[in-house]
């Protein structure tokens, strides 16, 4: 049947023939290695988990170390599909000629509502949030709408920002950020908050001198 092969088998006297060794060498050097990449990958994940400097705020914000841990493999999971951050971040907000992005970091972002768990992105231009999920909301003619929460402030917007800390807790940081319209945003639940903070600190600093 053109091209196809047929294989017979004789019986349980009958023997295969085994792939050169260096072949199969050569295979299981690939394969290990690509387990070896996975589980760095998600070891990497893991330890950045264990290294948030909130976790007691996490689970007194209604989310507990597994559902942390869940939520940063996720997203790490789905950065990765996406093609890197630097993708995800032109994707979702564009970028203006010589543009880069200098810092991505997964936090929580303070709402009425409760925190939104998400992804805050730090660029030469803008500092921008996007909700890692979607919210619902009603609309003025009273159906729910859901959409994933954006917040885009360009650099030359913003007025001050601030490092604050938790007084009974040091080690819980927040970054607030004061627009020049008085308007006042909060970021929290970090990785490492005080690489965030500099990071934001030498944007605005250079947009200021441009």
């Known amino acids: ?114 925190p939104l768990a998400g992804l805050l992105f730090i660029s030469t231009d803008k500092l921008s949030f996007y909700s890692e999920k979607s919210i619902e909301v009603s609309s003025p003619n009273g159906q729910l709408v859901r959409f994933h929460y954006k917040v885009l402030i360009p650099l030359k917007n913003i007025k001050t920002v601030d490092l604050s800390e938790n007084v009974k807790k040091p080690s819980t940081k927040y970054i607030k950020v004061t627009t020049m319209d008085n308007f006042d945003f909060w970021f929290m639940g970090f990785i490492n908050c005080q690489k965030a903070f500099e990071y934001l600190q030498l944007a605005i600093s250079q947009a200021r001198k441009n």
């Not at 196809?4 to 023997?15: A, D, N, P, Q, T």
């Not at 993708?87 to 997964?106: C, M, R, T, Y």
Request: one cysteine or more; charged letters at 30%.
């Open 1 to 114: 049947m053109g091209g196809l092969r047929k294989w017979k088998v004789k019986g349980e006297s009958s023997r295969f023939q085994r792939p050169p060794k260096g072949k199969v060498d050569s295979v299981l050097s690939r394969m290990n290695k690509l387990r070896k990449k996975t589980e760095n990958f998600a070891l990497g994940l893991l330890e950045n988990v264990s290294n948030v400097e909130e976790p007691y705020d996490a689970v007194r914000m209604g989310h507990n170390i597994t559902k942390t841990v869940k939520w940063r493999l996720r997203l790490g999971v789905k950065i990765l599909k996406a093609g890197g951050l630097e993708k995800v971040f032109k994707k979702l907000f564009g970028v203006s000629e010589g543009e880069k992005l200098l810092n991505a970091s997964q936090c929580f972002f303070s709402t009425t509502a409760g």
